[in-house]
Structures are given as C-alpha cells and as structure tokens.
C-alpha cells in the first residue's frame, strides 16, 4: 500500500517564489533586477543539491541494509 507524496504545498511555494521573482525582475533598481538571476540560479544549486543528497542517502541505506542482512545472516 503505497501513498503518492503531496507535495502540494511545495508546488504552491515554488509558484509563488517564481512568480514574485517575475515581479522583481520588473523593479525599476538594477541591484534588484540583477538579483533576481543570481537568485534563480541559488534555488536551482539548491535543489540540485538535496537531489545529490537524497541519492547519497539513499545508496547509504541500501549499503546498510546490505550489512545488516549479511550480519544477520552469519
């Protein structure tokens, strides 16, 4: 019995980040506009980074399940 994830408030963060982000990329100050790129570029890193971090994780608990099995097994 497998239940999908809801990630609907995520999704509603993400939009919101996203679009306030369109809206300052329209700000009449260049500081703040030239923000706005190096911003998106944060969130992707960041994203990127717990994807690497959740398969690193993951590869972890396979290897520990491995070792226990085998403990287990002696």
């Given at each position: 019995?497998?239940?999908?994830?809801?990630?609907?408030?995520?999704?509603i963060?993400?939009?919101?980040?996203?679009?306030?982000?369109d809206?300052?990329?329209?700000?009449?100050?260049?500081?703040?506009r030239?923000?706005?790129?190096l911003t998106?570029?944060?969130?992707?890193?960041?994203?990127?980074?717990?994807?690497?971090?959740?398969?690193?994780i993951?590869?972890?608990?396979?290897?520990?399940?491995?070792?226990?099995?085998?403990?287990?097994?002696?």
């Open positions: 019995m497998f239940i999908k994830e809801d990630n609907t408030y995520n999704e963060r993400a939009k919101s980040l996203d679009q306030w982000l809206e300052m990329s329209k700000h009449e100050d260049i500081a703040v030239g923000g706005v790129k998106r570029e944060y969130v992707e890193h960041l994203e990127t980074e717990i994807s690497r971090l959740k398969e690193e993951e590869l972890k608990n396979q290897y520990l399940k491995k070792v226990i099995t085998e403990k287990r097994g002696q």
